[in-house]
């Protein structure tokens, strides 16, 4: 089964950027749709961005600041996080959609492979 691991994560300003990378392992990146998840304190895990056949997909709070790639060829997902804000702070998750056919979903009950993530940490 394909693992994935996430990294990049740290402190960074307000306002600052950084780029977190999901490098999967045991296996190759063949799910339709790959995507990102945080996790604040005290907060449900929440969809941030994914990327298939159908493009980038984004909610209201990181469109325009964050950007999501993908290279399958190196089995590796990137998320390009500008404009950092404090409520960005979370910990970070890549997920692999666990379907066949991916209409765009953002539940997380439909992604898996879960990484143990990665520290985002925005304060001055």
């Known amino acids: 089964q394909v693992q994935l691991v996430e990294s990049g994560g740290g402190l960074v300003q307000p306002g600052g950027s950084l780029n977190l990378s999901c490098v999967a392992s045991g296996g190759t990146l063949g799910s339709p749709a790959m995507a990102w998840f945080r996790q604040a304190p005290g907060k449900e895990r929440e969809f941030v961005a994914s990327?298939?056949?159908?493009?980038?997909a984004y909610p209201g709070s990181t469109k325009g600041r964050f950007i999501i790639s993908r290279d399958n060829a190196k089995n590796t997902v990137w998320l390009q996080m500008n404009s950092l804000k404090s409520e960005d702070t979370a910990v970070y998750y890549c997920?692999?959609?666990?379907?066949?056919?991916?209409?765009?979903?953002?539940?997380?009950?439909?992604?898996?492979?879960w990484g143990p993530g990665t520290q985002v940490t925005v304060s001055s």
């Open positions: 990327i298939s056949r159908r493009g980038p």
């Open positions: 997920a692999a959609f666990q379907g066949s056919h991916y209409t765009g979903s953002v539940r997380e009950a439909d992604f898996g492979s």
